[in-house]
């Protein structure tokens, strides 16, 4: 048996109830090695692509030790709130906001992944839970995990190597992106510079770009 506590999950298009939209958040624990492509795990899934999936957002990890969190805020969705049940495709112990900095790339089993963005979180997850206001706290605190590009696609299988093999932005870690972000006035120059981090999602660098531009131009 391997020891690595490395988990993957994947899964369908599935209807999320009461309203019945399409969603892919419903994952399933895969126990059979997979091919992890530049598009994401062979046999996953995402209902609406303009905002999910593609090369920029193929993998998704979230960390472990938020659930205990969301568990002790969210008690009568505690029995569900397992690794997994956000949606994400990689789970592993010991990572979280503050050590993963943006365009760091790590090997996973035979691929090599790179972080691009953190994951915003959205009403689906309070539907998920049947709760109000988990998006709201998973927004506010920053427990949002984060997507990876494929920079080197190859088979993965549960319990496979996850380790860090470079880091060009060590000051561009997760959380500060995330704080500078949901800051009511950060400076203009914090989100330029974060703006600039090699492997950010074009996404990120647009709208940390059109942020300052607007802040240096609102200036009070």
Known sequence: MNANPTRLFAGGIRPLPPE??????FKHECEMPLW?????????????????????QALHQYPVAHYA????????????????????????????EADVCIGDVFRLGDARIRVSRPR??????DRRFDVDGMTRLIDDEGLVGWYFAVVGAGEVVPGCDF????????????????????????????????????????????????????LKANNP
């Open 120 to 125: 915003s979180p959205c009403w689906k997850i």
């Open 20 to 25: 019945n939209q399409p969603t892919g958040i």
């Open 69 to 96: 969190r969301l568990a002790a805020a969210f008690p009568a969705a505690a029995a569900q709130l397992l690794p997994g049940s956000l949606g994400e495709n990689l789970s592993v112990p010991g990572w979280d």
């Open 163 to 214: 380790a860090l093999l470079e880091r060009p932005a060590p000051e561009a870690s997760l959380a500060r992106l995330w704080r500078s972000w949901k800051a009511h006035r950060p400076p203009p120059g914090e989100l330029e510079m974060l703006a600039t981090t090699p492997g950010l999602a074009q996404r990120w660098v647009q709208k940390l770009s059109e942020r300052a531009a607007w």
């Open 36 to 56: 992890l492509g530049f598009e994401g795990l062979a046999g996953d899934a995402q209902a609406d692509r303009r905002v999910h999936g593609g090369p920029e």
